[in-house]
């Protein structure tokens, strides 16, 4: 291995002296990162070259995202590569400090939550399994916006995270290719990133789209010195690639989305087609005997009707033949039960964009409309439910159902809940498209990059098998009262307990108990979630202390993270709020020994790499039946944390896994809910009757919580007693769960006194993850969806 150790020193200071003109004693933390990532790049070129040849004679699939929660790069490649020691050990010989220069790599920005971080851990599996594949999306230059807290308040400000050259986006210019709107021409430009598998000399790649036009400058125009229309074309383009999910609460917000979603299906269609006729023959009786392409979502179901129209208006195919090839290739992830988060498109908005893909749809629409009849003739009303184009609108999700193969769900509770009320009337009529792909998540990142020390001792316990095979993770089960291996687990979670206890001090200024509880919830922000419920539980909480109605308490840090879509005024709101409890809490001294409030900003890949291991309780309490899967809730339990949550999404499969003893589950069931709804359920009963609940909720409205004259907290106020927005009151059942979530939290917090117990508890967690690999989730793909074989540079 010298030999390896000596090459990616001498490469590395080659390329910072050609990037940089540089020598090693010069150049900062950034450009050594530059230059052995470059390097790196050398070291698997052949094989990603190796890669990419063996794919193009197999069939392979293609997974379409709107987003990709890449992270940063380096240490996982190093972790995947089995390199990560070899370049730690050499940087320190030299005196560089490894950390420092992982810390220097920005977060790719390409994604928001855990959609785009599950397409990431597939494409990680998918290299190292070995299984010929490829992620298409867009490669936005400012991705989702950076959020930073003032005044408790979320800002949001743009983050340009390839403002420097980064090694590992690679541009492709001679492969762009062009994709039409009716008032621009749009060059899609594809940059390739390299997906390392664990283990193989297997390559995949992500390949993302970046929009330019066809000419920068409008000469005619800058000539007359007028200086904004000769760049205004330019400018609309380049929005495409610019942000990810733009404010669309105006209908140029909403045309900016469609554009998004056109641009980079069309710009991976004529990709594919390409390669498929120089590659594969162009016998488009054989297109799904080499393609199967996977829709991460709805965000790119327009890809349905834009390859019906590139195979006939292209390839002068017939209307039968492109129908038949689209239901061969396509298969369909729906990752959502909430009706206002399963898109819909404004018929209009395709007519003045893309008007001969509108066409394709209607002539859809009126096909299935026939079917229908023959189906059901004496049942209008199913008829009209199950339209393709419904009151102008485009349903993006049945488009999906009528014409995939296969649709699945996320986890085994959702599935069974699109299969039996959600989508009841499809899958009635195509039970065998019906099926459940539990999420997962890759263990390379999520424990050997983010959690070393844990990692050195499951390899010490079991070895390193479990990294690729993560059911020998259950052969920890036999240290499960091992006194001695129990300690060192308390060890290691204290001292990521320090680490992220540093992160915080340096990005919020609040100092925090590190032998404390370090109790979590980080994810988008969103009702349904119901960071409104935890808070509310610790506004109580200080009351309680605060009157000294609670004697022992052990002391306990709440921790938030996550962002709120910038025009979700209702989630702004909860952030503030947040933020408010925290102010009180953290200046009171007569309560801030035993508890603190936390909101870590500009949650993302790399906080989450510091926050996971840290945990001692994960909090994932969102309303039965509203969260589909969930993936942090897998982080966390593999990391040694214990789920504090509901009956919902994938938490239901956890449970089963490690145990309701070893998990801390209360509320309402999906059935309560349902006969809590047609009995008639009223907030109020339980706002006036639960003992504390008045007084927690009055703290939004009476003086004691600030916001600004917002009308934040009046609004948050109204929307769960009386309703807002057309909705019901409390739609989300939070007064309903208050009662049992502050018993199971009180119990939480006693139980924990007994450390080793709570160890074993944890550990126990740990021992049952294996099942939330990603590596299972998409080893199932590929057998029972895609139908791709693995195949071995």
Known sequence: MQDVRDKIISETLKNIKIDFTKRLHDANTFEIYQGISKTLLGYFAENWTK?????????????????????????????????????????????????????????????????????????????????????????????????????????????????????????????????????????AIPYDTPIIGYKTDNINTLRLWEAHPLEDLNIEAFNDQKYDEAVKCRNRVKDISRILYPNDSTSEGKKLRLRQQYF????????????????????????????????????????????????????????????????????????????????????????????????????????????????????????????????????????????????????????????????KNWAEI?????????????????????????????????GKKWIIHSEELKRLEEYGEHIDVLRR???????????????????????????????????????????????????????????????????????????????YFRAKG?????????????????????????????????????????????????????EASGTGNMKFMMNGAITLGTFDGANVEIVEEAGRENEYIFGLTVEEITTLEKEGYNPKEYYENVEGLKRAMDALVDGTLNDENSGMFKELYTSILEGADWHKPDQYFVLGDFQEFRTIRDKLNNDYRDKIEWAKKAWLNICNSGKFSSDRTIHDYAKEIWKIEPKRV
């Open 51 to 187: 890669s990419n040849e063996l794919y193009r004679k197999n069939r392979r699939v293609y997974y379409f995202s709107a987003e990709f929660l890449m992270g940063r790069s380096l240490g996982n490649s190093l972790v995947n590569l089995g390199l990560q020691e070899d370049v730690e050990g050499l940087l320190k010989d030299i005196g560089i400090n490894y950390n420092e220069v992982e810390e220097a790599e920005a977060d790719g920005g390409l994604g928001n939550g855990g959609l785009g971080r599950l397409a990431s851990c597939f494409l990680d599996s998918m290299a190292t399994l070995n299984l010929p594949g490829q992620g298409y999306g867009i490669r936005y230059k400012n991705g989702i916006f950076k959020q930073e807290i003032e005044n408790g308040f979320q800002k949001e400000y743009p983050v340009n995270w390839i403002k420097y050259k980064i090694a590992w986006s690679i541009p492709k210019f001679s492969e762009e290719v062009i994709v039409e709107f009716t008032d621009m021409e749009v060059r």
């Open 264 to 423: 980079f299906v069309s710009a991976s269609l004529q990709d594919i087609i390409r390669n498929f006729k120089k590659y594969n023959g162009g016998d488009f009786n054989n297109f799904s005997k080499y393609i199967a392409i996977q829709l991460n979502d709805t965000h790119p179901v327009v890809a349905i009707p834009e390859l019906m129209r590139l195979l006939m208006d292209m390839e002068k195919l017939s209307w039968e033949e492109s129908f038949k090839i689209c239901n061969e290739v396509f298969s369909y992830t729906n990752h959502t039960i909430l009706a206002e988060a399963s898109e819909k498109w404004w018929v209009d908005f395709y007519k003045e964009l893309i008007p001969r893909v509108y066409e394709i749809i209607v002539e859809m629409d009126k096909k299935w409309r026939g079917k229908l009849l023959e189906l059901f003739p004496n049942d209008e009303g199913r008829r009209k439910d199950m339209v393709l184009i419904k009151d102008n609108m485009i349903q993006m999700a049945h488009m999906a159902i009528y014409t995939c193969h296969t649709v699945n769900g996320v986890a085994k509770l959702h599935s069974e809940l699109l299969k039996y009320r959600e989508l």
């Open 430 to 462: 195509y039970p065998e498209k019906f099926q459940n792909k539990t999420n997962g998540i890759t263990p390379r990142r999520w424990v050997a990059v983010s959690n070393k020390p844990l990692t050195k001792l499951i390899n010490r316990l079991i």
């Open 489 to 567: 687990f308390l060890e290691i979670k204290n001292e990521k307990k320090k680490e992220l206890g540093d992160f915080i001090r340096k990005t919020t200024g609040i100092e925090v108990n590190t032998d404390s509880i370090f109790d979590v919830q980080v994810k988008r922000i969103h009702e349904y979630k119901r960071q409104t419920l935890n808070i509310l539980y610790i506004l109580d909480l200080y009351f309680r202390l605060k009157e000294g109605k609670i004697r022992e308490y052990y002391p306990t840090t709440f921790i938030f993270a996550g962002k709120a879509a910038p025009g």
């Open 574 to 626: 909860i952030i503030k709020l947040i933020n408010e409890v925290a102010r009180i809490v953290n200046n009171d001294k007569d309560v801030n020994d035993k508890i603190k409030v936390v909101f870590i900003p500009d949650f993302k890949v790399s906080s989450g790499e510091k926050i996971y291991p840290a945990a001692d309780v994960s909090v994932q309490i969102s309303t039965a039946g509203k």
